[in-house]
């Protein structure tokens, strides 16, 4: 495993950019989340992690506005956004990836930055933008190319393209890793600490666990919907309760 990447000083000092206090989250009678609270600060990566059906996915679409809570209070930069729709939350510096990524498959990877970008630029100045974003996510040279002719590892790094257009604040990335071949693996491992050492919160789900808890400067572990551990990683991964939870579970 390797060691986790040491939060800058001035993050770790820093007022949380994003809170969640107490989110419960019931569908009929089954309460999916259960009192959860967090936070993150600018350039800390958060990692969600917890056996299948704990409730992560549905945390974190109470988190970005796509389930409203039963319960609790969601809070970006001090402001109350618990009520905010996705596209709000969008405008206040928000975004999220799909586990399922899609793209609009008959636009080229070019136009499909563009729809993100023309949040907040138009015309000349959005292109720009969608220009840089490739460049950074490495589909520079891909630009003309229809979006359903990627593989799947360009399929990601055009996800995570289209949501750095809308100029996050707070990343949300849902399983960005999973499936793809190491090689792939460690060019978005290394992306995504780039992006929280330029100062972006990043919450992520991911299952492979030698790699959320090598990039990730706090865990929060669920089970059953509850809160089970939460540390840093060292901390979460020697839990016996973690532990007790993934056993018999693979490490992919
Ligand atoms: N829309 C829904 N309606 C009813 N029950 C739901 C709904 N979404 C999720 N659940 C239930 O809530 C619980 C938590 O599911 P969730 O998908 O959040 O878990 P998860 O931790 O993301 O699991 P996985 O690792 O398999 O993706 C499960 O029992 C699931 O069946
Ligand atoms: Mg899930």
């Given at each position: 495993?390797?060691?986790?990447a040491?939060l ?39 990692g ?13 679409n ?16 001090g ?7 996705p596209?709000?939350r ?10 399922v ?28 933008r ?25 399929r ?12 996050p ?12 071949n ?43 919907g ?19 939870a ?6 992919d």
């Amino acid at each position: 495993m390797t060691a986790p990447a040491i939060l800058s000083k001035s993050a770790s000092n820093a007022a949380p950019l994003f809170e969640a206090r107490n989110i419960t989250v019931t569908f009929g009678g089954l309460t999916a989340v259960k009192d959860i609270s967090l936070a993150v600060r600018p350039g800390e990566i958060l990692g969600l992690i917890g056996p299948n059906g704990a409730g992560k996915t549905t945390l974190f679409n109470a988190l970005t506005g796509f389930v409203t809570p039963s319960s609790g209070q969601v809070m970006l930069a001090g402001r109350d956004i618990t009520k905010l729709p996705p596209q709000a939350r969008a405008r206040l510096g928000m975004a999220r990836t799909f586990q399922v990524e899609r793209p609009f498959e008959d636009l080229s990877v070019l136009e499909n930055v563009l729809v993100a970008a023309f949040l907040h630029h138009s015309g000349r100045q959005a292109e720009n933008r969608a220009y840089a974003v490739l460049e950074r996510v490495g589909l520079s040279d891909r630009a003309t190319q229809p979006a359903a002719e990627l593989n799947l590892a360009r399929r990601r790094r055009l996800e995570l393209a289209k949501v750095l257009a809308l100029e996050p604040k707070l990343l949300f990335l849902d399983e960005s890793i999973a499936g793809l071949n190491p090689p792939a693996q460690a060019e978005m491992v290394g992306l995504i600490r780039e992006l929280a050492d330029s100062g972006l919160g990043i919450v992520m789900v991911e299952h492979i666990m030698h790699v959320i808890m090598g990039l990730s400067h706090h865990i929060i572990c669920m089970a059953f919907g509850e809160l089970l551990a939460e540390g840093d990683p060292e901390t979460v991964a020697h839990h016996p309760d973690v532990i007790r939870a993934y056993l018999g579970e693979d490490d992919d």
